[in-house]
T-cell receptor, first 114, second 113 residues
């Protein structure tokens, strides 16, 4: 069985300060891990993905995430928040094999304060 | 430009009505998915299809139906049997294997009136 836990439902940061969105996962197999971003009333956009290559993954808009197998974590970071980063972020785990079951976290809403 | 088109953006349904949500992709992706999004619950899988004329139930298929007559199209019908259909519906597609990540449409917000 697989699962994903986003540790914070809401995160608030000041513009120009670092962003940390936390994600832990559980998987019986070597997982693929993703972060998506969703702006209000929009679809989800892929930020970055980990698929067993480099453990530090760089994505779009200055975001990056580090896969830590020993900690079963895949936290999303950005050095300096911008107002346009205010959105909801989803951590996703996917197992290989057959249907390739995909599990979404419940989301973290990021607020950026000017 | 390649992508996924969902229509309509907003849809209102009366009690007892069936409604159909459209999803079309021009990415030549094999697999297509329907998700339902409710506040605080993340995304839940309704149906998915990996090839034409074949589809599988997801975690919350009751009250929904789909078809996959063409690779590009994966419409979702919300039937009167779905007791709480008010939600945001998202269609997604991906080439296989799915570890490339999904491409999502912009969603349809369905409201029961």
């Amino acid at each position: 069985a697989q699962s994903v836990t986003q540790l914070d439902s809401h995160v608030s940061v000041s513009e120009g300060t670092p962003v940390l969105l936390r994600c832990n996962y559980s998987s019986s197999y070597s997982p693929s891990l993703f972060w998506y971003v969703q702006h209000p009333n929009k679809g989800l956009q892929l930020l970055l993905k980990y698929t067993s290559a480099a453990t530090l993954v760089k994505g779009i808009n200055g975001f990056e995430a580090e896969f830590k197998k020993s900690e079963t974590s895949f936290h999303l970071t950005k050095p300096s928040a911008h107002m346009s980063d205010a959105a909801e972020y989803f951590c996703v785990v996917s197992e290989a094999g057959g249907y390739q079951k995909v599990t979404f976290g419940i989301g973290t809403k990021l607020q950026v304060i000017p | 430009d390649g992508g996924i088109t969902q229509s309509p953006k907003y849809l209102f349904r009366k009690e007892g009505q069936n409604v159909t949500l459209s999803c079309e992709q021009n990415l030549n992706h094999d697999a297509m998915y329907w998700y339902r999004q409710d506040p605080g619950q993340g995304l839940r899988l309704i149906y998915y299809s990996q090839i034409v004329n074949d589809f599988q139930k997801g975690d919350i298929a009751e009250g929904y139906s789909v078809s996959r007559e063409k690779k590009e199209s994966f419409p979702l019908t919300v039937t009167s049997a779905q007791k709480n259909p008010t939600a945001f519906y998202l269609c997604a597609s991906t080439p296989l294997p799915t570890n490339y990540g999904y491409t999502f449409g912009s969603g349809t917000r369905l409201t029961v009136v």
